[in-house]
């Protein structure tokens, strides 16, 4: 469970990354809330040295939707279908709570979170 756990802090700093940035105003408000939210996240799940590293390393890389899709399906796979919905439920609040951190959500953050909620069928 543990390779779980650090799939859905790294996703959850993914997303938020992504949905941050995807309109090229990453501003305070919105950094601040990632960090909060994945400091959340690692007190019921705890990451070593070497993961740690590896979620800083996103505050720097140019993240995709395609990327999101792809890690969203990879963490999804661990779990059974009567677990999926919640998890995605979780995230697509999170996404949610992302895009309207700054108080303005964009074009680019609607269609984005549009398009992520299509492909897992998230209403």
């Known amino acids: 469970m543990q390779k779980e756990n650090f799939k859905l802090v790294k ?3 993914e997303i938020g990354l992504f949905f941050a940035k ?10 601040n809330f ?11 799940n705890p990451l070593s040295e070497e993961e740690e590293e590896e ?9 995709t939707l395609e990327e999101i899709i792809a890690d969203t399906n990879d963490l999804l796979d661990n779990f059974v279908e009567e677990e999926r919905f919640p998890l995605l439920n979780t995230l697509s609040v999170l996404i949610n709570q992302v895009i309207n ?23």
Request: glycine fraction near 2%.
């Open 55 to 63: 979620v800083k390393k996103l505050y720097s890389h140019h993240l």
């Open 22 to 31: 995807v309109d090229s105003d990453y501003d305070e408000k919105e950094k």
């Open 101 to 123: 951190a700054d108080g303005v959500v964009t074009k680019e953050e609607a269609e984005s979170f549009a398009l992520w909620k299509k492909e897992f069928n998230v209403k």
């Open 34 to 44: 990632i960090i909060d939210y994945i400091e959340t996240l690692k007190q019921s």
């Open 11 to 13: 996703l959850a700093a």
